[in-house]
């Protein structure tokens, strides 16, 4: 039973079918993130951030992603000069099935609770300074 909520849980967030087959590791915890940074790989296993821009589930359709740009560039465009100053990127994925879209982090960006810690870490060094000096 648990294991199928996990998986529906999953299928729901990436949009993967059960034919794929796919092992899935849900790192939930803030120290997940910390404790596996530096691990890339185990037993030939790779492990990827589904957080992350540009992931490659390898079933990539380059016509279908052609079409795709073509229909909504505009949409991206327009979406891209609204946020401006919110987003960095504004893309094609083919990663979603039944949402619109997905927020991401940059490839090379901390993961979302590091940003929170070094951040909150900033708010407390700055309401605090008085008892460093």
């Given at each position: 039973m648990r294991k199928r909520l996990v998986r529906k849980a999953f299928d729901m967030i990436l949009g993967i079918s059960m034919s794929d087959n796919r092992e899935v590791l849900f790192l939930v915890d803030p120290i997940d993130e910390v404790a596996i940074q530096n691990l890339k790989s185990y037993k030939e296993k790779k492990f990827v951030d589904i957080s992350k821009e540009d992931l490659d589930l390898g079933d990539k359709n380059e016509e279908r992603e052609k079409e795709m740009k073509q229909e909504f560039g505009q949409?991206?465009?327009?979406?891209?000069?609204?946020?401006?100053?919110?987003?960095?990127n504004v893309q094609i994925s083919n990663r979603l099935s039944s949402s619109p879209c997905v927020l991401v982090s940059g490839k090379f960006s901390w993961f979302a609770n590091m940003e929170r810690w070094i951040f909150l870490s900033i708010i407390y060094l700055m309401t605090n300074f008085e008892d460093f000096t």
């Amino acid at each position: 039973m648990r294991k199928r909520l996990v998986r529906k849980a999953f299928d729901m967030i990436l949009g993967i079918s059960m034919s794929d087959n796919r092992e899935v590791l849900f790192l939930v915890d803030p120290i997940d993130e910390v404790a596996i940074q530096n691990l890339k790989s185990y037993k030939e296993k790779k492990f990827v951030d589904i957080s992350k821009e540009d992931l490659d589930l390898g079933d990539k359709n380059e016509e279908r992603e052609k079409e795709m740009k073509q229909e909504f560039g505009q949409t991206c465009d327009r979406i891209k000069k609204y946020l401006w100053d919110k987003v960095i990127n504004v893309q094609i994925s083919n990663r979603l099935s039944s949402s619109p879209c997905v927020l991401v982090s940059g490839k090379f960006s901390w993961f979302a609770n590091m940003e929170r810690w070094i951040f909150l870490s900033i708010i407390y060094l700055m309401t605090n300074f008085e008892d460093f000096t």
